[in-house]
């Protein structure tokens, strides 16, 4: 899952980013709305992460932009402003959730969650399949009741992978999910990771795709 924050104070843009790509998100943070508004175009995201008080343009204006492109990713409101109306504006603009600053990392993991799952059509917590159970909440992974480890980056290729089981994600996909800007990317890092999770799930739990990517193999074991 990757992550889009724009959030101009240093201190809350560093402690929300390494909270979040300690549960295996990709997280790009930018710190104006016009760097904001330039993400949005360059990369599809899962979510975003949006302060109202930006630089250069307002976080209420980049919300209306966004929704004037189109796009339908979630967006969770950080902000210190935390009158009734700037929270109804920001609602009536597109905003799906609203959590007012100071606010607790745990609570925003949270949220971000209950967003996520949400957007995918999701009522349950856990992601399952197969007889696999993953609680993106613990970062566990079961199989039977045994726990099996996984790596971060495994467990957010295996995260991706399961919010679509019947879908075919290329590798270029799955790498934007795996991976924030800045960060190195080899060409085959996406099929070591496959390769592991086959030894680890089973080499008929992911299904390749020629010449299209990654699938979830078909419900019935």
Known sequence: MRILLVEDDAMIGRAVSQALRGEA???????DGEAALSALGA??????????GLPRRDGLAVLKETRGRGLELPVLVLTARDAVEDRVAGLDAGADDYLPKPFDL???SARVRALLRRHAGRGAPLL??????????????????AEIALTAREFALLRALLERPRAVLSRE???????????????NTIEVYVHSLRRKLGADFI?????AGYRLADDSP
């Open 106 to 108: 745990d609570e925003l």
């Open 128 to 145: 399952e399949h197969r007889g696999l159970r993953l609680d993106p909440a613990t970062r566990e992974v079961t199989r039977g009741g």
């Open 25 to 31: 998100y990709a997280v790009d943070w930018v710190r």
């Open 43 to 52: 990369m599809p995201y899962d979510l975003m992460l949006l302060d109202l």
């Open 173 to 187: 996909r799955l790498r934007d999910k795996l991976y924030a800007f800045g960060e190195e990317v080899e060409s």
């Open 207 to 211: 299904v390749t795709v020629r010449g």
